[in-house]
């Protein structure tokens, strides 16, 4: 993720310099071509000028390959019908065969063993689904904050109300209650923490999951190695 990160920064950083115009964003030195930021639908290309140039230095620099994600509730929607050995069949109007009670009535063996094993995968591909959701959006740690929360505003809320009541004393000195205003500013200057725990955690899930991580492919290193396999042949 670094590299992506780093590769990503770097693109788009020259992409914008190039089309601000300035002279020396143009070309890579040494190259008579302009550069190139090919943009496609799941990689960016930075290319100093075309493959195909004279100049050994010029043509394709890096690639990156993007991640790819998928919208958690829509692929758990797909995973539950899968799992649910359900399907749908267009005749006067849509109907829901259940081949396990089907297969009672009529030879579906082939078809209820594809459907059970449609169920296995789907199930562990839920359950995989879940586990990284719950990861990602560090669910697990969720209740434990909450209830640590409330333990804490409840101990908090208490003492303020011991210490105003010892306040309200007689009996106590001037001293002694300066303490307690001090104890009670510090407990006061608790709830800046309580803030920050409430709005850690109500912000939202993220939906989306990586199902395929990010690529960085540097085409000089990648010219080098080939080079130097060229050299070893016998």
Same mark, same amino acid.
């Given at each position: 993720?670094?590299?992506?990160?780093?590769?990503?920064?770097?693109?788009?950083?020259?992409l914008?310099?190039?089309?601000?115009?300035?002279k020396?964003?143009?070309?890579?030195? &040494?190259?008579?071509?302009?550069?190139?930021?090919?943009?496609?639908?799941?990689?960016?290309?930075?290319?100093c000028g075309?493959?195909? #140039?004279?100049?050994?230095?010029? &043509?394709?620099?890096?690639?990156?390959e993007?991640?790819?994600?998928?919208?958690?509730?829509?692929?758990?929607?797909?995973? &539950?019908?899968?799992?649910?050995?359900?399907?749908?069949?267009?005749?006067?109007?849509?109907?829901?065969?259940?081949?396990?009670?089907?297969?009672?009535?009529?030879?579906?063996?082939?078809?209820?063993?594809?459907?059970?094993?449609? =169920?296995?995968?789907?199930?562990?591909?839920?359950k995989?689904?879940?586990?990284?959701?719950?990861?990602?959006?560090?669910?697990?740690?969720? =209740?434990e904050?909450?209830?640590?929360? #409330?333990?804490k505003?409840?101990?908090?809320?208490?003492?303020?109300?011991?210490?105003?009541?010892?306040?309200?004393?007689?009996?106590?000195s001037?001293?002694?209650?300066?303490?307690?205003?001090i104890k009670?500013?510090?407990?006061?200057?608790?709830?800046?923490?309580?803030i920050d725990?409430?709005?850690?955690?109500?912000?939202?899930?993220?939906?989306?999951?990586?199902?395929?991580?990010?690529?960085?492919?540097?085409?000089?290193?990648?010219?080098?190695s080939?080079d130097?396999?060229?050299?070893?042949?016998?």
């Open positions: 993720m670094e590299d992506y990160e780093l590769y990503f920064k770097k693109f788009y950083t020259e914008f310099k190039f089309q601000n115009g300035k020396s964003s143009l070309r890579c030195p &040494g190259c008579e071509s302009k550069k190139r930021f090919i943009i496609d639908n799941d990689k960016l290309t930075f290319s075309p493959k195909n #140039s004279e100049n050994a230095k010029c &043509g394709p620099q890096y690639t990156i993007l991640p790819k994600y998928i919208h958690f509730r829509d692929l758990q929607k797909v995973y &539950g019908e899968q799992i649910n050995g359900s399907f749908d069949y267009e005749k006067d109007n849509q109907l829901e065969y259940d081949l396990t009670a089907l297969s009672q009535k009529m030879n579906v063996k082939t078809e209820l063993a594809a459907q059970n094993n449609l =169920i296995k995968e789907s199930t562990a591909s839920l995989r689904l879940i586990d990284d959701y719950i990861t990602i959006n560090s669910l697990e740690g969720y =209740i904050t909450l209830q640590t929360l #409330s333990e505003r409840y101990k908090n809320a208490i003492d303020k109300r011991k210490i105003m009541r010892m306040i309200m004393e007689d009996e106590l001037e001293p002694e209650k300066k303490d307690l205003r009670y500013a510090q407990l006061i200057k608790e709830n800046g923490v309580f725990m409430i709005i850690e955690l109500r912000k939202p899930n993220t939906d989306f999951i990586m199902i395929k991580s990010p690529k960085v492919i540097d085409h000089n290193k990648k010219n080098k080939s130097k396999d060229t050299v070893n042949e016998p």
